[in-house]
């Protein structure tokens, strides 16, 4: 059933997507006076569920039965169909072919454009209704549980982060947030009483890709919020019960704890527990699950989470704001993909449905779909062959010689291009495959 709602989620965002990218290119096209032949909401080989043909324009409308993409196919255009059968005759004045390299780059470029502009919106968006949550990093009293690789710099577990280069007690609940941490110069952090500053290496990303690992979570402790009445553990722990040791282990992180009681399933374990300031231990039968019976408190009702609310006037700057660092952030991290380390971590389709949850949430299923958004304009603008942005390049070169590449020239390359984008396709999701039955 998870899997289920990831992939209903993955298809629907994809579409909107996909819908938006080609409505960029139709857009374009129709204000440049270009004539679009089709578009297709998914791809349709064979037959097609609906389909459409209006009299006026002559465009075909119609949704496919294949839910992988979709297509705006523009006359007079060697797109990577390949369909070479159209530009045999004479040039129309309505085709793509027809049209001055200016108003051929805005068709290229307007489903990256599209795209932009919907990551802008949907930030805007989120941002309007439902705001943004804050969370100081310096109120993270139980700081953050740290990688190897990031210990191996000079990071301990517990370390409360102070400051991030010149920006002091960051958002722990922005998404931008780990980011900022490993392309930072240097980090202050509270350790214990001190104050300890470390200097980040500039191949900080590169490490952690080496290494297969993230950089560090954030703590929260396992606090009691209630407790059952048939529960074992009825009379003995109470809500507000900070357990801070399993057995005499110290723990100050809800995995540590768990994973603890885990390892006692079926059994009993002492729990050392912190209530208001006085430490108690309680002894307590583990179930063949590994729970002990109680209900935890929420990172809300742990630490002093703010909510800041925004009207229609600062939402866009904000939702803007955060699609330009997203943008930037992205961009930053594509040299990673031309490393050994970083092609290990390419992934397809597999990947991208991890990224929603396995519950539906229309916040975070927007906040995925802005970011995939994002993803889709930026590889698409990239100077390769079958992509917008090899398109793109072809006519900003043709803008410096003063003459387009010939026919046949730029049915090779689109060819080459293809078969290169398919490898790429095919090793993306060949990782995906290899992780789903190795693990890493």
Request: charged residues 20%; glycine residues 10%.
């Amino acid at each position: 059933m998870d899997i289920a709602i990831r992939i209903v989620q993955l298809l629907f965002s994809l579409s909107i997507l996909v819908f938006i990218h080609e409505l960029g290119h139709y857009s374009m096209a129709r204000f440049f006076g270009a004539r679009v032949e089709k578009f297709y909401l998914f791809f349709n080989p064979w037959f097609s569920l609906f389909k459409w043909t209006s009299k006026r324009s002559g465009t075909t409308y119609g949704v496919g039965w294949l839910p992988l993409g979709g297509y705006c196919k523009i006359a007079g255009m060697i797109d990577e169909s390949l369909d070479t059968d159209a530009i045999k005759s004479e040039p129309k004045p309505d085709e793509f072919r027809s049209k001055k390299p200016f108003a051929r780059l805005m068709i290229m470029a307007g489903g990256v454009i599209f795209n932009i502009m919907l990551a802008f919106v949907i930030y805007t968006g989120i941002t309007l209704v439902w705001g943004t949550k804050v969370l100081h990093s310096d109120q993270v009293t139980s700081g953050m549980t740290f990688s190897r690789t990031a210990q191996s710099v000079g990071f301990v577990d517990g370390d409360v982060i102070l400051k991030v280069d010149d920006k002091v007690a960051p958002n722990v609940l922005d998404s931008r947030f780990m980011s900022s941490l490993i392309n930072a110069h240097e980090v202050t952090v509270r350790r214990g009483h001190e104050e300890k500053t470390i200097q980040m290496p500039q191949d900080m990303m590169h490490q952690l890709l080496k290494a297969e690992e993230g950089f560090g979570s954030l703590r929260l402790p396992f606090v009691v919020d209630s407790v059952s009445p048939t529960s074992p553990a009825h009379g003995l722990l109470a809500s507000g019960d900070r357990v801070v040791a399993v057995d005499s282990t110290a723990c100050s992180d809800i995995n540590e704890v768990v994973t603890a009681l885990q390892a006692k399933k079926g059994g009993s374990v002492t729990l050392s527990i912190d209530r208001a300031g006085e430490i108690l231990a309680q002894t307590l039968p583990v179930d063949t699950a590994g729970h002990i019976g109680i209900v935890l408190r929420g990172v809300e009702e742990i630490y002093p989470i703010e909510h800041v609310s925004y009207g229609l006037l600062s939402a866009i700057p904000a939702g803007i704001d955060r699609a330009g660092q997203t943008i930037s952030g992205y961009v930053r991290g594509l040299k990673y993909i031309f490393t050994k380390e970083g092609a290990k971590q390419m992934g397809g389709l597999g990947t991208m449905g991890k990224l929603f949850p396995t519950s539906f949430d229309w916040q975070s299923f927007w906040a995925i779909t802005a970011f995939l958004s994002i993803i889709l304009a930026v590889m698409n603008i990239l100077p390769i062959p079958a992509l917008d942005g090899g398109h793109i390049l072809f006519i900003i070169i043709e803008m410096i010689r003063r003459k387009p590449l010939s026919d046949r020239a730029m049915t090779t390359i689109q060819t080459v291009g293809l078969v290169l984008l398919l490898l790429l396709m095919l090793y993306a999701n060949g990782n995906d495959i290899y992780r789903s039955f190795f693990g890493h």
